[in-house]
């Protein structure tokens, strides 16, 4: 079986999942579904390297299971808990209105398919997953939920990857991967300090310093 007959359907559920976050306010399964995804991208990645005998390939997969689908959700689930952080609320656009308006652009961009030529069909749930991410950061309020767009979107940077017919040399997707669950650390120590000094973590009510 040709491995992009089996990266097509896993990378458009990884985009699902993507989507599926967009309409969630609950910040438990967000963190979820984003480890899910996680897990997910690092199990092809695994599968991919194990098909074209890359070990290195393998062992980030490997890694991006254990530290960023399992390590990172149970440090923000921690984090969430100690801020006192459930729902996210008082969003700027309502979760069906994104739901409507990230499924439109990404339907107008398979239909359109505007890199014809430069990129491969399989790159199009990267790019969506990309998206996705970016549309989560900006619309989102509470700072930890920021960083789980951030971690999306890098999700999309990572499929898109492993999934092209010469991947990324195995080092650099390693060094990505330590870049960003160091920023995750500092993303989430940053929250702690946030919540200490303004007794919230809404971005958007971030108008005044403290001492």
């Known amino acids: 079986m040709s491995i992009s007959l089996t990266t097509e359907p896993v990378s458009a559920l990884l985009a699902i999942l993507a989507l599926w976050m967009i309409?969630?306010?609950q910040y438990h399964t967000t963190v979820v579904l984003f480890g899910i995804q996680t897990t997910i991208v690092g199990a092809l990645a695994a599968w991919i390297g194990w098909e074209h005998k890359e070990p290195m390939l393998i062992g980030v997969g490997a890694a991006v299971i254990?530290?960023?689908?399992?390590?990172?959700?149970?440090y923000l689930s921690y984090a969430a808990r100690k801020i006192g952080c459930r729902r996210e609320r008082g969003l700027a656009i309502a979760p069906p209105i994104q739901l409507f308006v990230a499924g439109a652009a990404i339907a107008l961009l398979a239909l359109s398919h505007p890199?014809?030529?430069?990129?491969?069909?399989?790159?199009?749930?990267?790019?969506?997953?990309?998206f996705l991410g970016m549309l989560f950061m900006v619309t989102r309020r509470l700072a930890v939920s920021q960083?789980?767009?951030?971690?999306?979107?890098?999700?999309?940077?990572?499929?898109?990857t492993v999934t092209l017919t010469h991947p990324?040399?195995?080092?650099?997707?390693?060094?990505?991967?330590?870049?960003?669950?160091?920023?995750?650390?500092l993303a989430g120590m940053l929250a702690f300090r946030i919540n200490n000094a303004f007794e919230h973590i809404d971005v958007a009510q971030l108008t005044e310093l403290h001492g």
């Open 23 to 25: 309409g969630v306010t």
């Open 115 to 130: 890199f014809r030529g430069e990129l491969p069909t399989t790159a199009m749930p990267s790019i969506d997953i990309l």
């Open 168 to 185: 990324m040399p195995a080092l650099i997707d390693m060094g990505v991967l330590m870049d960003v669950l160091a920023g995750t650390m």
């Open 66 to 74: 254990l530290l960023k689908g399992i390590g990172a959700p149970l």
């Open 147 to 160: 960083i789980i767009g951030f971690l999306v979107l890098e999700n999309g940077i990572f499929l898109f």
